[in-house]
């Protein structure tokens, strides 16, 4: 009898068991996420130590002061006040003292309601208080700390987007002063350098009772900081110097951002992994800028408030439409307009979206802060055209820009 010969199929590798065992630069990808906050925090040792000496007072049994930081996105804020919230955290376990603290992202949870449910919910994590109402959730936070005689510690990063923070603010100090025992305190974070020149004085002086800055890193401190992540990120080796010292120039540059500097050292391992070459070099970073530029202003656009994505959405409009503005000379600029008009497409914008108008101050306000966050260039007209106005370009592309903003708008009506 012939032995029944068996067939051996040729081997063919499962598409994601060869993506498995592809070849990569990374050899922990997620320490060079953005999100990822590492253990030490290189140039923040100061204001680490401000924010534990501030918090300290639970120590002795006594209520920190409110506590306000502000500073341009990427300069460290969450990044530090997670740090010290999670040794706050450890500390007071260890201890045993009634100190229970609560993280919110305000852009998740942009109402005082939504803000005082959410750290409710965190102090009871086994209700959800769903339907309950927003008096009901603010007393149950008063009597969550009154009755422990805990001090509660609210982390509101991304602070300026709670839209009736000064009601928030004035609920918790009120409630404050009831208390018999336990507090509350607040620590406020934005990434808005002009938020609290907004805010209602009672307002502000409940919130800045200290205030902090951060600074935008220079590009020897965003080096130090990248080298640090790109150590145990990425394989020995393949990672060039210059590739670190790109980055870093790269994010100093544009605003001493480190989550520049993190995401462009990302993006260019990607790169390096797609073709396959195993080395991450300054031809990599290269390339990462132009898509990690992209995704940074995108995602600035979707934190904008609405009135404000209002108005540069009428410069992205008029942009795409205008000639532009004829020089002395009679160059044409194309893509230049007066702030002018920008303010009359606005209003009528405004109208078609039916959203109540904001008035020229504010609309300086805006101009002024679209400018700062690098959207759009602002330059004075000079004497002679209309007396002296201010001429404004966008500082991207003007198409993207619209789309992005769309997208938003339609989310918003
Ligand atoms: N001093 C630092 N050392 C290491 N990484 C940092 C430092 N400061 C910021 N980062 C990184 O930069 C990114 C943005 O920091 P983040 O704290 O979110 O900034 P902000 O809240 O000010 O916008 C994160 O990936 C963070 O880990
Ligand atoms: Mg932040």
Request: aromatic share 8%.
């Amino acid at each position: 009898m012939s032995a029944v010969k068996k067939r051996v199929w040729p081997k063919v590798e499962n598409i994601f068991e060869q993506q498995l065992t592809k070849s990569t630069v990374f050899l922990n990808k997620d320490i060079i996420s953005a999100h990822y906050i590492p253990e030490k925090l290189p140039f923040r040792e100061k204001q680490i130590g401000e924010v534990t000496q501030g918090l300290g007072a639970v120590a002795n049994n006594a209520k920190p002061n409110n506590f306000f930081i502000y500073g341009k996105t990427g300069t460290g804020k969450t990044s530090t006040v997670k740090h010290v919230l999670e040794q706050l955290d450890d500390f007071v376990s260890k201890r045993n003292l009634p100190v229970s603290s609560c993280y919110v992202n305000s852009r998740s949870h942009p109402s005082k309601y939504k803000v005082l449910l959410k750290a409710l919910r965190s102090f009871y994590p086994e209700k959800d208080f769903l339907g309950y109402s927003a008096s009901f959730v603010y007393e149950k936070l008063l009597s969550f700390a009154n009755e422990n005689a805990a001090h509660l510690i609210l982390v509101l990063d991304e602070i300026d987007k709670i839209k009736d923070v000064d009601e928030l603010m004035y609920s918790l100090s009120r409630g404050n002063d009831e208390l018999t025992s336990g507090s509350i305190t607040i620590i406020g974070i934005s990434n808005n350098l002009t938020f609290k020149e907004k805010l209602d004085p009672r307002t502000k002086s409940s919130l800045c009772e200290r205030e902090m800055v951060f600074d935008p890193y220079n590009a020897t401190e965003l080096q130090k900081i990248l080298q640090e992540r790109c150590d145990k990120a990425f394989k020995e080796d393949s990672v060039t110097p210059g590739a670190i010292s790109l980055a870093a120039a790269l994010a100093a540059q544009e605003s001493g951002d480190a989550r520049t500097a993190v995401m462009l050292m990302q993006r260019a391992g990607e790169i390096a992994d797609m073709d396959e070459t195993m080395i991450v070099d300054d031809v990599k970073v290269e390339k990462a800028k132009a898509s990690v530029e992209e995704e940074i202003i995108l995602s600035m656009i979707s934190t904008l408030p609405q009135q404000q994505q209002l108005v540069l959405y009428a410069i992205s409009q008029l942009s795409l439409s205008t000639h532009g503005f004829t020089k002395v000379n009679g160059e044409v600029e194309k893509g230049v307009m007066f702030s002018g008009e920008i303010f009359e497409a606005y209003l009528q914008l405004a109208k078609k979206f039916d959203v109540r108008t904001i008035t020229s101050r504010w609309f300086r306000q805006y101009i002024n802060e679209l400018e700062m966050y690098g959207l759009i260039l602002v330059t004075s007209s000079g004497k002679g055209v209309k007396g002296q106005t201010r001429l404004i370009k966008l500082g991207f592309d003007a198409g993207k820009i619209k789309s992005a903003l769309e997208k938003e708008l339609m989310k918003a009506f």
